[in-house]
């Protein structure tokens, strides 16, 4: 029987860089995957293949509408479905063999099958054989990510109604596709088949969408993506979707009450937010506490209940994504290690990469209303930057949140195109508490879209030059 320093139990974004960061600093390490491919999620039915159609479909869009303003002329795209399905596959492939190299070259043991922890220092790997493997190790982490949540009363099929992941791989165009749930998975798959061809129906039992950014951003994006061809319902909620006959018939009622209504799609996408994945883990029967939501309970240094098992990522509280998974892998590796391994949770990015992209990172205007912070605001809106004009992209705008007593920066919010790459250098100056002034007085090459956080935080100290 192998023994080891580590095993990691889910090769996601955050099981894999835990696993490299901890072969890094010598230890023998194991990860333990159940489906055949690395990668997790992200990089298999998630991020990475979203991303692929997401840039795909944009292309299209630009080609049919966009090209011939710049006097550039093409016939009229054709849609090869097919052909951008492959697309999407040869970045998933490239991906997943990325991360097996990556394995390899830090000589970390790959084990296929399902992971079942059976207290400190034993991990059960069952096969698709049905045949169990005992594995002995100092040190469990759990990264097991998250699955689909699911409405109640409404089957996912993956066929007519589908997850993310049944979303990712239609075989044709829906004429009318039905989200429910106007987060960010379900907003960056309503563009690419929106941009496709599909009509777009958002429903959201909220009466905003993305919830959790800044409100302003919000506002505006609703009004950019109705011009795009989407519609929405909010303060609505799907509460059965018929699939007896040839069409679905979906029904729709008022959140707070009311009459219903009918809707006809052709496919229904279910986004709905997402749930720790822990089926199977045999956690109960080793004494590892779930908190209410059924996320592993973890301290600061990510320790659960037991001795020598750790949890990270989706599967413990914070924001589900793929970075912030990243960064609490190389933490955990350092502490057990003996380093001082941190992830500042304060200063996490998020992005929507529609078109146009929204990014934020720190607190919202909200976040620091209800914490009642005094806070200086400075905007700067892309009609005024010098590369978007002559780009003429210019939807958008960027918006700096600063401390009105030390002109610390909270928080920082973009949208336009190009946002998810620009918001990395507010996250730079976040991380060592940067002020908007420190910003406002930093060079930037000219013409470029940064520089209109440059005058977002000149516009704090009201002194934007180009506005």
Same mark, same amino acid.
């Given at each position: 029987?192998?023994?080891?320093?580590?095993?990691?139990?889910?090769?996601?974004?955050?099981?894999?860089?835990?696993?490299?960061?901890?072969?890094?600093?010598?230890?023998?390490?194991?990860?333990?995957?159940?489906?055949?491919?690395?990668?997790?999620?992200?990089?298999?039915?998630?991020?990475?293949?979203?991303?692929a159609l997401l840039h795909a479909s944009e292309m299209f869009e630009e080609a049919a509408h966009s090209f011939a303003k710049m006097g550039v002329g093409v016939s009229a795209?054709?849609?090869?479905?097919?052909?951008?399905?492959?697309?999407?596959?040869?970045?998933?492939?490239?991906?997943?063999?990325?991360?097996?190299?990556?394995?390899?070259?830090?000589?970390?043991? @790959?084990?296929?099958?399902?992971?079942?922890?059976?207290g400190t220092g034993k991990v059960?790997?069952?096969?698709?054989?049905?045949?169990?493997?005992?594995?002995?190790?100092?040190?469990?982490?759990?990264?097991?990510?998250?699955?689909?949540?699911?409405?109640?009363?409404?089957?996912?099929?993956?066929?007519?109604? @589908?997850?993310?992941?049944?979303a990712l791989s239609l075989d044709r165009v829906p004429g009318k596709l039905l989200v429910v749930g106007a987060g960010v998975i379900g907003l960056e798959l309503g563009s690419v088949w929106r941009r496709l061809g599909a009509e777009v129906v958002v429903v959201e039992f909220l009466d905003r969408i993305l919830p959790g950014m800044d409100g302003e951003v919000a506002r505006q994006f609703q009004r950019m993506l109705e011009k795009q061809g989407f519609a929405f319902k909010l303060g609505t909620k799907v509460t059965a979707v018929d699939t007896s006959g040839k069409a679905l018939k979906a029904t729709l009622e008022p959140a707070a009450g009311g009459p219903a209504e009918t809707l006809e799609p052709d496919v229904v996408l279910v986004c709905i937010g997402r749930v720790p994945y822990t089926e199977g883990l045999g956690l109960k029967e080793a004494g590892v506490a779930l908190d209410s939501r059924g996320r592993v309970q973890i301290d600061s240094h990510f320790a659960t209940t037991v001795k020598g098992i750790y949890a990270i990522g989706d599967v413990?509280?914070?924001?589900?994504?793929?970075?912030?998974?990243?960064?609490?892998?190389?933490a955990i590796a350092e502490i057990l290690a003996g380093q001082a391994g941190h992830v500042n949770y304060d200063v996490i990015p998020g992005v929507v990469y529609t078109t146009p992209e929204v990014a934020s990172v720190g607190k919202t205007e909200d976040e620091l209303k209800q914490a009642g912070v005094a806070y200086t605001v400075g905007k700067f809106p892309f009609t005024a930057n010098g590369r978007s004009k002559v780009n003429q992209t210019t939807d958008g705008f960027v918006k700096v949140l600063a401390d009105a007593k030390t002109d610390r920066v909270l928080g920082v919010h973009i949208i336009g195109r190009e946002a998810g790459e620009m918001i990395h250098e507010a996250a730079v100056l976040m991380e060592f508490g940067g002020s908007a002034e420190d910003l406002a007085r930093t060079c930037h090459a000219h013409p470029t879209r940064s520089e209109a956080i440059k005058e977002a935080a000149l516009a704090v100290g009201k002194r934007a030059i180009h506005m």
């Open positions: 029987m192998a023994t080891y320093d580590l095993v990691v139990i889910g090769t996601g974004p955050g099981g894999y860089v835990c696993a490299v960061r901890a072969a890094q600093l010598g230890m023998k390490v194991a990860v333990v995957e159940k489906s055949a491919s690395l990668g997790g999620t992200c990089l298999n039915t998630g991020c990475m293949p979203s991303k795209p054709k849609l090869d479905l097919p052909a951008m399905m492959n697309f999407k596959q040869q970045g998933i492939d490239g991906n997943v063999k990325g991360v097996e190299f990556l394995m390899k070259k830090n000589k970390i043991d @790959v084990i296929h099958g399902r992971g079942k922890i059976l059960e790997v069952t096969g698709s054989d049905g045949k169990a493997q005992p594995v002995e190790t100092m040190n469990i982490v759990i990264a097991t990510g998250s699955d689909i949540a699911r409405l109640k009363g409404i089957e996912i099929d993956e066929k007519r109604i @589908v997850s993310s992941t049944g413990v509280a914070g924001p589900m994504l793929a970075h912030k998974a990243e960064d609490e892998g190389v």
